[in-house]
């Protein structure tokens, strides 16, 4: 399984980022939508995806990194990757992604390029095709805060990353 979390402030771009997740050809998906603006989050409909949707809400906002974590933690899959309430994934991505940690069972991460797009017309990709790390970088160790550090820095690497679930440690 591999588990997508998704920190969503609830905003009119979430349907399409879930969508995007639905219209993946792996197998066997879980999302874990994070309710980061708390409780006022508006609910989703289960039933209209082919994933297993695992819903976390706390009592309160929660910022990034915190939302970042309360995903993880509700995590089942034994691959963890993230996706923001406002972007979207490109056909095949997940099951690039783990074929590439099929491929590599040494490797702790696989990463891969994205696309950013304005306005609906693509503005710049960055990154490299499918490629695997073999050690898991601190940033994805549960004890580190480098979350934090990282997340303003490098907006959107994060949904290119699938990480594994037992070289973290999580």
């Known amino acids: 399984v591999i588990s997508v979390v998704v920190r969503?402030?609830?905003?009119?771009?979430?349907?399409?980022?879930?969508a995007?997740?639905?219209?993946?050809?792996?197998p066997a998906i879980e999302v874990v939508l994070v309710a980061a603006c708390g409780p006022?989050?508006?609910?989703?409909?289960?039933?209209?995806?082919?994933?297993?949707?695992?819903?976390?809400?706390?009592?309160?906002p929660l910022p990034r990194p915190s939302a970042a974590n309360a995903g993880i933690e509700a995590a089942t899959g034994a691959f963890v990757t993230m996706l923001d309430h406002d972007d979207e994934f490109l056909e095949g991505h997940l099951s690039a992604l783990a074929a590439a940690l099929a491929a590599n069972p040494d490797a702790g991460a696989a990463y891969t390029r994205f696309e950013v797009c304005e306005k609906g017309a693509l503005f710049t990709t960055v990154g490299r095709a499918p490629a695997v790390e073999v050690s898991v970088p601190d940033a994805y160790r549960p004890e580190s805060d480098a979350l934090v550090d990282l997340?303003?820095?490098?907006?959107?690497?994060?949904?290119?990353?699938?990480?594994?679930?037992?070289?973290?440690?999580?």
């Open 20 to 26: 995007s997740v639905a219209m993946q050809d792996y």
């Open 40 to 60: 006022s989050h508006r609910p989703i409909d289960a039933s209209a995806y082919p994933f297993r949707l695992n819903w976390v809400v706390r009592g309160g």
């Open 8 to 18: 969503s402030m609830d905003p009119p771009t979430l349907p399409r980022a879930l």
């Open 151 to 170: 997340a303003p820095a490098v907006a959107g690497i994060p949904a290119a990353d699938m990480i594994r679930r037992t070289s973290t440690g999580w």
